[in-house]
């Protein structure tokens, strides 16, 4: 496989930690199209936006990611695009970002995301789901189904708690990025999990993929923690409607347990 990473930064932009023209590589592509990519690299690099977005208010106490959401504007290529992000509704404890990417001077991606205050609730915690079964407990995907080309699923280590890709159903499974999110960058834990949670409808497929598109145009995810580690697991269902549309909703974890939800709408037809 490609030693690529997601993406190279091309250009910065001074004064603004948010901003840049990144190229991305082929490790980006998805499993529909060559030359378009899986959306799961570019909500990672979404999240790494927002992570950079300073807050508004220097009295503001320290500030987690809760809940983003990527609204998909088309198909975003592979080769350069552009992205920034700011605050949209600043706030002491409470704010809310928004960031947008372009490609060729278009706009592919439009996200929000909720920012909260860092609090001790550990006392209160409760309603977790029970974890995944251990990634290390599980053995590593061979290869790759026949029909899904290469590209993001080569540049992410696979376990299937459940199902496989190439299995039709409910799925449940670990992912492992083998490569940065931007070259050169330690990914932090939550750009690890959104680049593998948009594929919770890939985990969760009811339909052939090579009979079969569905798309989805848009993903949620909401935390009720911040996640740790590596690994990113999602545990998935798809509903596909008879007019054309899907939903799919998963649960996310990462090694220690359950960390939150998310849900896309699908898009449905015949190839």
């Given amino acids: 496989m490609s030693e690529d990473p997601f993406y190279r930064l091309v250009e910065a932009v001074p004064g603004d930690p ?6 991305a590589t082929s490790a980006t592509t998805g499993p529909w199209f060559s030359d378009a990519q899986h959306l799961g690299p570019p909500s990672a690099l979404l999240v790494r936006s927002f992570e950079r977005v300073p807050p508004s208010r220097p009295d503001a106490p320290p500030l987690q990611l809760a809940r983003y959401t990527v609204e998909i504007l088309g198909a975003v290529p592979a080769g350069d695009v552009e992205l920034r992000a700011w605050v949209e509704r600043p706030g002491r404890t409470i704010e809310l970002l928004a960031a947008e990417m372009t490609a060729g001077g278009r706009a592919v991606l439009r996200a929000r995301a909720w920012r909260l205050a860092h609090t001790d ?10 974890p995944l079964a251990h990634p290390e407990t599980v053995a590593p995907q061979v290869g790759r189904p026949e029909g899904w080309l290469p590209g993001y699923l080569d540049a992410v280590e696979w376990r299937w708690v459940r199902s496989h890709f190439d299995e039709l159903g409910p799925g449940a499974a670990w992912g492992r990025l083998r490569v940065p999110v931007v070259e050169g960058e330690e990914p932090s834990a939550l750009q690890r999990l959104a680049a593998v949670a948009d594929s919770a409808n890939g985990v969760a497929a009811t339909l052939p993929i090579g009979e079969w ?7 949620s995810v909401h935390l009720h923690r911040p996640p740790a580690g590596e ?19 998963g649960r996310l974890f990462d090694a220690d347990g359950h960390v939150g939800y998310i849900t896309q709408e699908l898009t449905v037809r015949r190839r």
């Fill in 121 to 130: 609730t550990a006392g209160a915690a409760t309603g977790a789901l029970d």
């Fill in 231 to 249: 690994w990113a697991g999602i545990d998935a269902n798809t509903v596909i409607g008879p007019t054309g549309t899907g939903t799919v909703t």
């Fill in 18 to 23: 948010t901003a840049g023209r990144f190229h």
């Fill in 213 to 219: 598109l569905f798309l989805n145009t848009e993903l």
